[in-house]
């Protein structure tokens, strides 16, 4: 099971979409800079970025490499938006990188809202807020990835045994009762606590057959975002 830290900062943006130039169409004019927020997912691979609601299959192969975002639906605009180029920079913030004046990344995905949680802690995406859950190495480009919120855990779920899916899954670090973990996108899940120097154990319930299995300490104390940690359970 791999984690990841979420991170949260204001950022200016700038649009516009990438179309053949032709004399019917004119010059195209992006957008002025207007304010927005960031977070990113994923790990510095931005394997997590693959697929994704845009329907762009794997963005290395397709040419978007990892330069990509997925965008609150209050920007992903029932996926018209798919395909826009957006020109971010950090703004007022003591994580930005002074030296990067802004990063350029493409809209692939929807960062879809989680209404359980605050707009301001946890419902990052929320409407109406204008939110970019960026890749990894993108965000890194222009402000320091862990300034963030240590408030969330992102959780990847592999080699998953019997049908090899899963419908629900728990959190319980070593000072802290179970916590019910909401699903964040594809085979990652998301907890709202703070969990930092706890070790980790999860429960997880197959959508399937029903089957549930209980990986205790799964992740020690020590554990760091990026990481890999193995158990020895699995569904049958």
């Known amino acids: 099971m791999a984690s990841s830290i979420f991170h949260f900062a204001t950022f200016l943006l700038l649009s516009w979409m990438l ?19 960031a977070t990113f997912y994923g790990d510095e691979t931005a394997s997590a970025t693959m697929g994704g609601a845009c ?22 605009n029932d996926g018209f938006a798919c395909g826009t180029c957006f020109q971010i920079k950090c703004y007022q913030s003591s994580a930005c990188h002074s030296t990067v004046p802004f990063t350029t990344v ?40 862990k300034a963030g919120n240590g408030y969330w855990l992102l959780v990847y779920v592999m080699n998953v045994g019997g ?29 709202f606590a703070s969990l930092g120097g ?5 429960r997880v319930v ?4 029903g089957q549930s299995v209980v990986a205790w300490n799964a992740a020690p104390q020590s554990w760091s975002v990026g990481v890999t940690y193995s158990t020895n359970v699995n569904f049958r």
């Open 206 to 209: 197959s959508f399937t057959t």
């Open 55 to 76: 329907g762009y299959g794997n963005l290395f192969t397709n040419g978007y490499g990892t330069d990509t975002a997925a965008l609150s639906s209050t920007l992903f």
């Open 19 to 37: 179309t053949k130039p032709t004399s019917a169409l004119g010059i195209f004019r992006p957008s002025p800079w207007a304010l927005a927020h």
């Open 198 to 202: 706890q070790g980790l154990s999860f």
């Open 163 to 191: 049908g090899g899916d899963i419908g629900s899954m728990w959190v319980k670090g070593s000072r802290t009762g179970w916590i019910r973990m909401s699903h964040n996108w594809g085979a990652s899940y998301q907890a």
């Open 106 to 145: 493409t809209a692939t995905n929807l960062c879809p809202p989680n209404w359980a949680e605050p707009s301001d802690n946890g419902g990052w995406c929320n409407p109406p807020r204008a939110h970019f859950d960026m890749s990894k190495p993108a965000f890194m480009r222009i402000a320091e990835w």
